[in-house]
């Protein structure tokens, strides 16, 4: 499988990003900002910067040598709340303050009769509620003024009235909106654990075109259920899951999402550069294959 052109061209101005980068938070924004490591660009975590205008100069500075995106978890797009306006137009004053293109959330609701749970919780996978996530996804993107990249999240139960495979699900989103999807592969893989769906079903049901930005993470395992912990380094199972991920969707720019139990800013350059170890191999065996 390969991509074809991307539906539409992302807004912003911008230049979209490519190759491996790393996500970057605040105990190494200093230490980046002094020795300037080589890594193709970084994920800022937006809601960790909406309360802190003082770190807004050093991301600016951050901004002249490295492409960024952001990546938020208070959109709530699968709640049934309100949409928050007012935190869509803050997430679009800093997008627009560091000319970012890149702007993702999850599938999933954080908040429910005003009480913000912290955590990213499932939706059930059926007509109504896609219905009801694509009217707000649509008000999301015009607030924002960029298209969004929505993430496949992390699940520990399933809904007994989803009919709809969560890959499918996806797919309708972006025909119905035009958003892009962000494939974390560490979060397919703690689902086909946890739920039974397996990962390779999951990616062939994802529409090539849309497929825009990839994560990778490291998991807890707690014996009966993985934990989506982003605590430790990518496993071999969400390595080897990647490299289908690449045959099929080539060029897609990666993550390395560490959130916490926080290693060295050498550790999660080690993970960037075994990704991009991984992505040159599978696109030369590629070559090999054609060349036949």
């Given at each position: 499988?390969?991509?074809?052109?991307?539906?539409?061209?992302?807004?912003?101005?911008?230049?979209?990003?490519?190759?491996?980068?790393?996500?970057?938070?605040?105990?190494?924004?200093?230490?980046?900002?002094a020795?300037?490591?080589?890594?193709?660009?970084f994920?800022?975590?937006?809601?960790?910067?909406?309360?802190?205008?003082?770190?807004?100069?050093?991301?600016?500075?951050?901004?002249?040598?490295?492409?960024?995106?952001?990546?938020?978890?208070?959109?709530?797009l699968?709640?049934?709340?309100?949409?928050?306006?007012?935190?869509?137009?803050?997430?679009?004053?800093?997008?627009?303050?560091?000319d970012?293109?890149?702007?993702?959330?999850?599938?999933?609701f954080?908040?429910?009769?005003?009480?913000?749970?912290?955590?990213?919780l499932?939706?059930?996978?059926?007509?109504?509620?896609?219905?009801?996530?694509?009217?707000?996804?649509r008000?999301?993107?015009?607030?924002?003024?960029?298209r969004?990249?929505?993430?496949?999240?992390?699940?520990y139960?399933?809904?007994?009235?989803?009919?709809?495979?969560?890959?499918?699900?996806?797919?309708?989103?972006?025909?119905?909106?035009?958003?892009?999807?962000?494939?974390?592969?560490?979060?397919?893989?703690?689902?086909?654990?946890?739920?039974?769906?397996?990962?390779?079903?999951?990616?062939?049901?994802?529409?090539?075109?849309?497929?825009?930005?990839?994560?990778?993470?490291?998991?807890?395992?707690?014996?009966?259920?993985?934990?989506d912990?982003?605590?430790?380094?990518?496993?071999?199972?969400?390595?080897e899951?990647?490299?289908?991920?690449?045959?099929?969707?080539?060029?897609?720019?990666?993550?390395?999402?560490?959130?916490?139990?926080?290693?060295?800013?050498?550790?999660?350059?080690?993970?960037?550069?075994?990704?991009?170890?991984?992505?040159?191999?599978?696109?030369?065996?590629?070559?090999?294959?054609?060349?036949?």
């Open positions: 499988m390969t991509r074809s052109t991307r539906a539409r061209p992302l807004q912003g101005r911008a230049q979209p990003v490519s190759g491996v980068g790393v996500g970057l938070r605040l105990p190494h924004l200093e230490q980046v900002l020795e300037r490591p080589a890594v193709d660009w994920e800022l975590l937006a809601d960790n910067h909406l309360g802190t205008p003082q770190t807004l100069p050093k991301l600016e500075r951050l901004r002249a040598d490295y492409p960024l995106t952001l990546h938020c978890v208070g959109m709530s699968g709640g049934t709340d309100a949409l928050d306006a007012a935190y869509l137009a803050r997430i679009r004053e800093l997008a627009d303050r560091l970012i293109a890149l702007v993702s959330d999850h599938l999933c954080t908040r429910h009769r005003g009480t913000d749970f912290h955590d990213l499932p939706v059930p996978y059926i007509e109504e509620v896609l219905a009801h996530i694509c009217d707000r996804l008000r999301a993107q015009d607030i924002l003024g960029r969004l990249l929505i993430e496949n999240a992390s699940a139960l399933r809904y007994r009235d989803s009919v709809i495979p969560e890959g499918e699900f996806l797919a309708a989103l972006t025909q119905a909106t035009e958003c892009g999807l962000l494939v974390d592969v560490n979060n397919a893989y703690v689902n086909e654990v946890n739920l039974g769906t397996p990962v390779s079903a999951f990616l062939d049901a994802l529409p090539a075109e849309h497929v825009l930005q990839a994560h990778l993470a490291g998991y807890d395992d707690r014996g009966d259920y993985l934990l912990a982003h605590n430790s380094p990518v496993t071999d199972p969400v390595w899951h990647f490299a289908d991920f690449v045959e099929r969707f080539p060029d897609v720019p990666t993550l390395i999402e560490w959130d916490n139990d926080l290693p060295s800013l050498s550790q999660l350059l080690d993970e960037a550069a075994k990704a991009q170890r991984l992505i040159e191999r599978t696109a030369c065996a590629g070559a090999r294959v054609l060349a036949r």
